[in-house]
């Protein structure tokens, strides 16, 4: 099944979409990647979701790649003994780290770190930005705000502190149990949410020791003053404008997301842009004229991948919203101004892999030209390729499933699953029959080789070649 799109999906698995089922639909309908979101659910839980994920791949016949999410060190609110609360604007309220239930007055915060950053005059956000408090006094394990705005606040609402770093570990205990039991059903991406720094993403490289891709989740501020040496560090990276958005400025939020995209396709690392992009789809059967273009603009920049989140996960048309997203991507890549938008600069690393890869995609831009077939032990050779962005298809052709899955979330990658083959002319054979079997090339058309010898060593791409369908 190949989709008429080089932009992929990704679609957040919950209680509205993650039976077997309708794991099938959403994969028929378009969807490339599955979230499987670990801030809620059982293990047993995403265990039945993630074998629904495998057996619809089998059912669509092409690979589909599970994502991992962790939870990572989200800052809530303790519990109000009401549940919830009603603040006045210019009333005075307390965080403490006390577990009491809160009040109208106060409430605890059962993290104390939080506190150790805190200034007078500090700002902090509550409920995603709903709710602003600023700290008039501070100490150990306490701060006394003033409401400057907002009404409500009930149990277990986030807490956001904005342009301070929160001196927490990325990785908790609950995601390095988590963590492990991902790795065990063998995931194939592991996101990490509120990086603050490389050194976060060097732990989780380090306890993952390459069983999954790793992506980092940019919705820290401090993420993007330490953006080079966490990228150095990552195999993806995802635009997460929720968190993102509540610490920065909202006209801030569309510059960092477009830079973010520029050193992703920079580097080479796909990139996905993430949050409330069909948001009223969540209860509304069509999008807003708004998130349409949202989707689209993501399209245009170059996004590897656009993703879904409560829209699949727990709202009331998942289906329709693929659907929609599917009909989005397909349509701005058909927009005839699409190509040079994809042809954007970047600088060319000085690698002989990187010159062979840019030579295979200027190659392929002949008329006569179908796809590029990319030979790959690790995936690395198909994401060199990608970002070259070359409007012709690139088959990626790997003896390695997991490399096959993980290549689902690059743009514009069709991943295959074949034997190892031996030669030059084997694989020559190989990489035509396979573009003719999956419809990417016609007889007589011609297929661009990318791969490396001695075949099968992970390494740097060294042999170009040209291999022609032959005539019926």
Same mark, same amino acid.
């Given at each position: 099944?190949?989709?008429?799109?080089?932009?992929?999906?990704?679609?957040?698995?919950?209680?509205?979409?993650?039976?077997?089922?309708?794991?099938?639909?959403?994969?028929?309908?378009?969807?490339?990647?599955?979230?499987?979101?670990?801030?809620?659910?059982?293990?047993?839980?995403?265990?039945?979701?993630?074998?629904?994920?495998?057996?619809?791949?089998?059912?669509?016949?092409?690979?589909?790649?599970?994502?991992?999410?962790?939870?990572?060190?989200?800052?809530?609110?303790?519990?109000?003994?009401?549940?919830?609360?009603?603040?006045?604007?210019?009333?005075?309220?307390?965080?403490?780290?006390?577990?009491?239930?809160?009040?109208?007055?106060?409430?605890?915060?059962?993290?104390?770190?939080?506190?150790?950053?805190?200034?007078?005059?500090?700002?902090?956000?509550?409920?995603?930005?709903?709710?602003?408090?600023?700290?008039?006094?501070?100490?150990?394990?306490?701060?006394?705000?003033?409401?400057?705005?907002?009404?409500?606040?009930?149990?277990?609402?986030?807490?956001?502190?904005?342009?301070?770093?929160?001196?927490? @570990?990325?990785? %908790?205990?609950?995601?390095?149990? #988590?963590? +492990?039991? !991902?790795?065990?059903?063998?995931? *194939?991406? /592991?996101? &990490?949410?509120?990086?603050?720094?490389?050194?976060?993403?060097?732990?989780?490289?380090?306890?993952?020791?390459?069983?999954?891709?790793?992506?980092?989740?940019?919705?820290?501020?401090?993420?993007?003053?330490?953006?080079?040496?966490?990228?150095?560090?990552?195999?993806?990276?995802?635009?997460?404008?929720?968190?993102?958005?509540?610490?920065?400025?909202?006209?801030?939020?569309?510059?960092?997301?477009?830079?973010?995209?520029?050193?992703?396709?920079?580097?080479?690392?796909?990139?996905?842009?993430?949050?409330?992009?069909?948001?009223?789809?969540?209860?509304? @059967?069509?999008? %807003?004229?708004?998130?349409?273009? #949202?989707? +689209?603009? !993501?399209?245009?920049?170059?996004? *590897?991948? /656009?993703? &879904?989140?409560?829209?699949?996960?727990?709202?009331?048309?998942?289906?329709?919203?693929?659907?929609?997203?599917?009909?989005?991507?397909?349509?701005?890549?058909?927009?005839?101004?699409?190509?040079?938008?994809?042809?954007?600069?970047?600088?060319?690393?000085?690698?002989?892999?990187?010159?062979?890869?840019?030579?295979?995609?200027?190659?392929?831009?002949?008329?006569?030209?179908?796809?590029?077939?990319?030979?790959?032990?690790?995936?690395?050779?198909?994401?060199?390729?990608?970002?070259?962005?070359?409007?012709?298809?690139?088959?990626?052709?790997?003896?390695?499933?997991?490399?096959?899955?993980?290549?689902?979330?690059?743009?514009?990658?069709?991943?295959?699953?074949?034997?190892?083959?031996?030669?030059?002319?084997?694989?020559?054979?190989?990489?035509?029959?396979?573009?003719?079997?999956?419809?990417?090339?016609?007889?007589?058309?011609?297929?661009?080789?990318?791969?490396?010898?001695?075949?099968?060593?992970?390494?740097?791409?060294?042999?170009?070649?040209?291999?022609?369908?032959?005539?019926?």
């Amino acid at each position: 099944m190949i989709r008429d799109r080089r932009a992929r999906i990704v679609a957040t698995l919950g209680p509205a979409s993650r039976e077997a089922g309708k794991v099938v639909q959403l994969a028929l309908a378009g969807a490339d990647v599955f979230r499987v979101n670990f801030s809620h659910g059982t293990h047993e839980a995403h265990a039945r979701t993630i074998a629904n994920v495998r057996a619809a791949e089998a059912a669509v016949g092409r690979p589909l790649a599970v994502l991992a999410d962790l939870q990572g060190p989200k800052i809530r609110l303790g519990e109000f003994a009401d549940r919830s609360v009603r603040l006045k604007v210019g009333q005075d309220f307390r965080l403490d780290v006390s577990d009491e239930p809160g009040d109208a007055s106060r409430v605890g915060v059962p993290l104390a770190e939080v506190f150790s950053v805190l200034r007078p005059g500090s700002d902090i956000l509550l409920d995603d930005g709903k709710v602003r408090l600023r700290v008039r006094r501070n100490g150990p394990g306490f701060a006394e705000t003033e409401v400057l705005s907002g009404e409500t606040l009930s149990n277990h609402k986030g807490l956001n502190l904005p342009g301070h770093a929160i001196p927490v @570990p990325a990785l %908790t205990a609950k995601d390095r149990e #988590d963590l +492990a039991f !991902a790795l065990h059903q063998n995931v *194939d991406w /592991v996101a &990490l949410s509120f990086v603050q720094r490389a050194s976060d993403m060097a732990e989780l490289r380090q306890i993952v020791q390459g069983r999954a891709a790793v992506l980092a989740k940019i919705e820290k501020p401090a993420a993007i003053e330490a953006l080079d040496e966490i990228l150095d560090l990552c195999d993806g990276v995802m635009v997460a404008r929720g968190d993102l958005g509540v610490e920065l400025n909202p006209e801030d939020v569309p510059v960092v997301q477009k830079s973010l995209v520029r050193a992703a396709r920079t580097r080479g690392i796909p990139v996905i842009i993430a949050t409330q992009m069909l948001e009223s789809m969540i209860h509304a @059967p069509s999008p %807003t004229r708004a998130e349409a273009s #949202d989707v +689209a603009g !993501a399209v245009y920049e170059g996004a *590897d991948a /656009v993703m &879904l989140s409560a829209e699949t996960a727990a709202g009331e048309y998942p289906l329709e919203a693929v659907t929609i997203m599917n009909r989005i991507l397909t349509r701005v890549e058909q927009d005839p101004r699409w190509p040079e938008l994809m042809r954007a600069e970047y600088p060319i690393e000085d690698a002989d892999a990187d010159a062979l890869v840019a030579a295979a995609s200027r190659a392929a831009e002949t008329a006569s030209t179908a796809c590029i077939a990319a030979f790959t032990t690790t995936g690395r050779t198909a994401m060199r390729l990608a970002r070259e962005r070359p409007l012709q298809p690139t088959l990626a052709l790997t003896p390695n499933l997991h490399a096959a899955r993980m290549l689902a979330l690059v743009w514009g990658v069709e991943a295959r699953v074949v034997p190892q083959v031996g030669d030059a002319e084997e694989l020559a054979k190989l990489a035509v029959d396979q573009a003719l079997a999956a419809e990417l090339a016609r007889p007589n058309q011609r297929v661009i080789i990318l791969a490396g010898l001695p075949m099968g060593s992970p390494g740097a791409a060294n042999i170009l070649r040209i291999a022609h369908a032959p005539r019926r």
